[in-house]
């Protein structure tokens, strides 16, 4: 068919994301009480992160964060050995007004940004929200809307308020759904005014133990259980936003890479849609409003019985999300042997692709990914998707000016982006926008380094928090300022030799 001439629709909400944990820093201050992840230590590609606990009888212990269960009675601790990336973060707190203003110049449309929980109710369980933690997150969306730039809320992400972990089990009692409302309550209403766009839960497939679901366990039955949890309050969540601003958008977010089978053996073909499974699950439940057949069999493979109570699944049906959000950083793929269960969790083990190129932390880059997940989605649900995380994770050398050379990024960006434009042109997919992640350099999750960094934006400072934090624009900030002035024009037109 020749080169195509494909345009980005002209009010695509062109953006990009943070969370709180990872951006914000200022733990001590508008009296911000601790959150789980507070207690996560750096890490690096080769060390995990580790939690630092206490026991009631006073001893202190050090695990790995991920994967492993919390003793009984565990509390996070602070322990001054360690450095904990996310009390200071890039200091965006202090920062926030200069970053949005380079946001704004560089013509962003749309701005991602998860509340701390624990800054508006500093354990979970007060009954008045804390004025000044409001006060913090309504001058972000009114910095957003003096630029014209549409703010997003993450109403959580991955984390919980360390007193609901340690007194509640977190997500695993019915407790935790009644302080999440309380959480939206007081935002919906100080900032549902001046806000369209709410996504109730980051990555709710991917979430397990103490730092997600605030709970000992790390297994499929906290898994599944805390995911029913985290629906009702998700469900009832939207009901009351759309009760209080009608027109308003509500949406969840998923980890949605996608896995193809490895081979055309069949069993391997029926295995990619039974993994794909695993995180449809969790959007089949909120976009459609009821648990989808086979849900049944993952469960009862599991041992697994949901704590459903009457009423449950009117919450769900009546609270069903109004656009799906999801994160793709790579595709994997699978065959018939790689699902297996260890120590009642189910593990999968990913074999490389060969066609496709990693990144500097072993993750496969595959712009054609976006464009399959998009239609994926778009066939399943019919409603709006929005690309809420993309990017690359690289390790950026600043001159002495702290000037970036990311011409891999723009690389990366023009790749991904072309995919997007033919998702939107050729496939007709409802796309809503794009929020790159960590569109100014954040704290990684899953390492808890800076040196993995996302942004347009370079913050000066190292693993373990020593710098200026001074914010200095990247080549890829320039190309895409250009970009988002000439809607798409530097970007190449391409074949599509996948038409037929
Ligand atoms: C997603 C999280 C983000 C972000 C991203 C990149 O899972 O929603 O918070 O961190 O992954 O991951 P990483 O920071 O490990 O590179």
């Given at each position: ?206 979430l397990n133990g103490y730092i ?42 998923y980890a949605a890479s996608p ?242």
């Amino acid at each position: 068919m020749g080169k195509m001439k494909l345009e980005f629709p002209k009010d695509f909400l062109w953006g990009g994301g943070i969370a709180d944990f990872q951006a914000e820093g200022g733990y001590e201050e508008s009296g911000r009480g601790l959150t789980t992840l507070d207690f996560v230590t750096q890490g690096s590609a080769t060390e995990p992160r580790k939690i630092t606990y206490m026991m009631p009888d006073g001893s202190k212990h050090v695990q790995n964060a991920r994967g492993l269960p919390m003793p009984e009675h565990a509390r996070g601790y602070l322990d001054p050995n360690y450095y904990y990336p996310s009390l200071h973060a890039v200091d965006f707190y202090h920062h926030y007004k200069e970053d949005i203003r380079l946001f704004a110049e560089m013509g962003m449309r749309i701005f991602r940004f998860s509340i701390c929980w624990t800054r508006i109710f500093p354990t979970g369980m007060e009954e008045a929200p804390n004025e000044a933690g409001l006060d913090f997150y309504e001058s972000i969306v009114d910095e957003c809307r003096k630029y014209g730039i549409e703010p997003l809320i993450t109403i959580c992400h991955d984390e919980i308020p360390a007193y609901l972990a340690d007194h509640y089990q977190g997500w695993l009692s019915r407790t935790t759904i009644d302080c999440y409302l309380k959480l939206c309550k007081a935002l919906f209403t100080r900032l549902g005014s001046k806000v369209k766009y709410w996504t109730t839960f980051n990555e709710i497939n991917s979430l397990n133990g103490y730092i997600s679901l605030g709970c000992t366990r790390y297994d499929d039955y906290s898994r599944y259980v805390g995911a029913h949890h985290m629906f009702l309050a998700s469900a009832l969540a939207v009901k009351m936003c759309h009760e209080m601003y009608p027109g308003s958008m509500l949406g969840a977010m998923y980890a949605a890479s996608p896995c193809y089978p490895l081979t055309c053996k069949p069993e391997d073909v029926f295995m990619q849609m039974q993994v794909r499974r695993r995180t449809f699950y969790f959007s089949d439940v909120m976009m459609r409003g009821y648990y989808p057949g086979y849900a049944r069999t993952i469960l009862e493979s599991k041992g697994v019985e949901l704590p459903i109570q009457p009423g449950d699944e009117q919450i769900l049906r009546e609270g069903t999300l109004d656009y799906f959000a999801f994160s793709c950083y790579r595709s994997t793929t699978v065959n018939v042997n790689t699902v297996f269960p260890i120590k009642g969790l189910e593990i999968m083990s990913m074999d490389s692709n060969p066609y496709l190129k990693n990144t500097a932390w072993g993750w496969p880059k595959d712009p054609m990914s976006l464009r399959y997940v998009l239609n994926e989605v778009y066939d399943r649900y019919q409603k709006p998707i929005l690309i809420a995380e993309n990017g690359l994770g690289e390790i950026d050398r600043p001159d002495e000016n702290g000037y970036v050379d990311d011409e891999y990024r723009i690389q990366y960006l023009k790749e991904h982006f072309k995919e997007i434009r033919k998702a939107i042109c050729l496939d007709h997919v409802e796309v809503l926008g794009y929020t790159m992640w960590g569109c100014i350099d954040l704290v990684s999750l899953g390492t808890g380094e800076m040196k993995k960094r996302y942004g347009w934006i370079y913050v000066d400072m190292d693993d373990l928090g020593n710098g200026s934090k001074k914010r200095v624009p990247k080549k890829s900030y320039y190309w895409m300022k250009e970009f988002l002035e000439t809607n798409g024009a530097n970007l190449e037109q391409d074949d599509d030799p996948l038409i037929i």
